[in-house]
């Protein structure tokens, strides 16, 4: 009988065998995935000061830490809470596996592991968390392959960056910056512990979720620490009554997500793994600008609205309401701040970049300008009475256009300056005759205007453009005759390698004293005229306003000594706002509030214009009420 169980024995441990060699030899998994680590590393953005913009990740948030980064106190923890053999042994821990297979055995399945911190590398990066005897000898044969292929610093520096530490931390050096905002170095033992006991059950010891079992788990990290006589009682007792401070933030911190998602699309097509490849991208953006930016783009949205009387009901004129904000360094067009709506959660359109719409009377300097060229001076008188022009429809239909003051008023004779500021359609258009209509539009073509109709209208704005484009153009203006494109990122940077940096891109195109002129105009625009509301007590702003028929769309675009800004509102369905609603009595006021801000955070900027020796109308009186100025929309004028 004896002899029977014997062979029985042997027969059933031979097919144990056979099967466990057959198993074996169907692994064909590359641990390579594990030797020749390449994890995908989180991409940061910085603004111009150097503070954190936004973290950039596709997948997994994970910030890595070389093994000679790591404190011993993590890898002493970590050890001594999952693998307190882990130097001695070969990969597998042969009592730990005796135990597990007898209560295996007891229960008749798989209920208790074993792993050391080598298998559960495997097992996180090479296998699935199934629970089957054939997993198991997968992973004990690959665990061999990894122990003879890397040394213990590497498999412990592959670990503590690849796992998951919980709240969408991957890796240790990123759950310490997110939970306790410090870098590993700067980590106390508290700390340490809880990190380092939370791959057990990351979701369950979030500290942000259940901080009552995240220190009990710290505390039993503690605990064994002083079992193993790793930490003296000192140490011990300090860190068992230490409570940390734990953030709960979100992983991106993306304080500007309309900057983000305009640099990183646009950077992607140069650098594919643009969000994986642990990039540092160091913008143009002042964080601190771009706080105040959104808050008073917002601020003009919540003023639109509470004049809308029909607000809640269907008869609504802002159902559809939003805005932009570009603004720019008018030296360099490097861009301060850039919001391309009032609430990226609700529309991530950015309507600073993609909003094609009409600027309105806010192209009239641009006519103007053409004038000053040719020799006219500030004062110089032209024509402010009515004029009819006949045009065809595309059917042939004969009709004629007839614009108007936006008071329909006509006062004979206006000075240049006059017509600019009080925004005078009639003189505007009577300019345009005067100069030639081919001179005008080679003009707007040269400081970059495209797709122009060949018609009168376009003195008043009948063309599109986005508040980029306009702010762009703009700089001709603020950058004394020089125009300079706008831009975003300043450098971009890889493993401390500088990968491309910014070159300022920029076009002489008028001479500064010609400049000097239209700025002192645009100065008594907001002094006296349109743009009223942007005015700022002790500090110049030169701009114009700008809104087209029926108030579908109303622009602001302006500048300091130092900044520039042009805001844009309307609705995105292009219908129409309500009555009364002009560049004058929602953006002019926005950019108002952005320059007042910004002095206060930024009370070093230049704040006046310098060299402006044109003379001021005394007599001038400040124009509150805002005027509306209204291009056709038929670009087929004949004259």
């Given at each position: ?93 042969v ?5 597990a ?6 229960h008749m ?125 000192k ?12 953030y ?8 500007a ?11 992607e097509?140069?650098?594919?793994d ?54 720019l ?35 009239k ?136 940096k ?14 000097a ?44 000594p130092?900044?520039q ?27 108002g ?34 005027l ?12």
């Open positions: 009988m004896k002899k029977k169980l014997t062979i029985l024995f042997m027969i059933l441990s031979g097919i144990f065998l056979i099967w466990v060699l057959y198993i074996i030899n169907q692994i064909r998994i590359d641990i390579n995935k594990v030797v020749d680590y390449n994890p995908s590393i989180t991409t940061q953005i910085f603004d111009r000061n150097n503070k954190l913009v936004a973290n950039a990740f596709d997948g997994e948030h994970r910030f890595y830490a070389p093994y000679k980064t790591i404190p011993s106190q993590v890898i002493e923890s970590l050890v001594a809470i999952e693998d307190t053999n882990f130097f001695e042994h070969g990969g597998i821990n009592e730990a596996i005796y135990r297979i007898i209560k295996d055995i007891r399945s798989l209920v208790e592991g074993a792993s050391t911190l080598t298998q559960q590398l495997v097992k996180t990066m090479l296998l699935t968390r199934e629970k089957k005897f054939t997993r198991k000898i997968k992973e004990v044969v690959l665990t061999f392959q990894i122990e003879a292929s890397l040394s213990k610093e590497e498999i412990l520096e592959r670990y503590l960056n690849e796992v998951y530490f919980g709240h969408g931390y991957y890796g240790i050096r990123t759950a310490a910056l997110g939970y306790f905002h410090k870098d590993l170095n700067q980590l106390n033992l508290k700390e340490i512990a809880i990190l380092v006991g939370l791959p057990k059950a990351p979701s369950f010891y979030d500290p942000t979720k259940n901080i009552k079992f995240s220190l009990s788990r710290g505390n039993q990290v503690i605990t064994r620490l002083r079992t193993l006589g790793w930490i003296n009682d140490q011990y007792n300090e860190a068992i009554n230490f409570t940390p401070i734990v709960n933030e979100t992983q991106t911190k993306n304080k997500p309309y900057v983000v998602e305009m640099v990183l699309n646009e950077l097509v140069k650098y594919p643009i969000r994986t490849g642990g990039y540092k991208i160091n913008l143009t953006i002042d964080v601190d600008a771009q706080k105040i930016a959104e808050d008073a783009l917002r601020f003009g949205y919540d003023s639109i609205k509470s004049r809308d009387k029909y607000a809640d009901t269907n008869k609504s004129k802002t159902q559809s309401l939003n805005g932009a904000i570009v603004v360094d008018s030296a360099t067009g490097g861009i301060l701040a850039l919001s391309g709506g009032v609430d990226y959660a609700k529309s991530s359109y950015n309507r600073a970049i993609s909003a094609i719409r009409q600027p309105g009377s806010s192209i300097p641009f006519v103007y300008q053409t004038a000053l060229n040719l020799g006219y001076g500030t004062e110089s008188e032209i024509s402010d009475v009515a004029r009819t022009f006949e045009y065809k429809t595309e059917d042939g239909t004969k009709k004629t256009w007839q614009p108007k003051n936006s008071h329909n008023d006509y006062k004979g004779f206006v000075t240049i300056r006059d017509a600019l500021v009080h925004s005078r359609n009639l003189a505007t258009i009577n300019l345009v005759m005067d100069i030639g209509l081919d001179k005008v539009t080679d003009n707007l073509k040269l400081y970059g205007f495209k797709n122009l109709p060949y018609n009168m209208s376009i003195a008043l704005g009948s063309f599109g453009v986005t508040p980029m484009q306009m702010s762009e153009m703009y700089t001709i203006f603020s950058n004394n005759g020089t125009q300079v494109k706008p831009y975003l990122v300043e450098s971009i940077e890889q493993k401390s390698k500088i990968l491309e910014a070159i300022v891109q920029k076009r002489e195109l008028v001479e500064p004293e010609k400049i002129k239209m700025t002192s105009i645009l100065r008594d625009v907001v002094r006296y005229g349109t743009g009223g509301g942007a005015a700022v007590g002790g500090v110049d702003i030169a701009g114009k306003t700008g809104t087209t028929n029926n108030s579908i769309d109303t622009w602001f675009c302006s500048y300091t130092s900044v800004a042009v805001v844009w509102f309307g609705n995105d369905d292009n219908k129409p706002l309500s009555g009364g609603e002009s560049g004058g009595s929602g953006p002019a006021r926005v950019a509030q952005f320059y007042k801000n910004w002095i206060q955070i930024r009370p070093q900027s230049k704040r006046y214009f310098d060299n402006l020796v044109v003379p001021v109308d005394q007599n001038a009186t400040i124009e509150t009420q805002n509306t100025e209204a291009p056709p929309t038929n670009n087929n004028v004949e004259f």
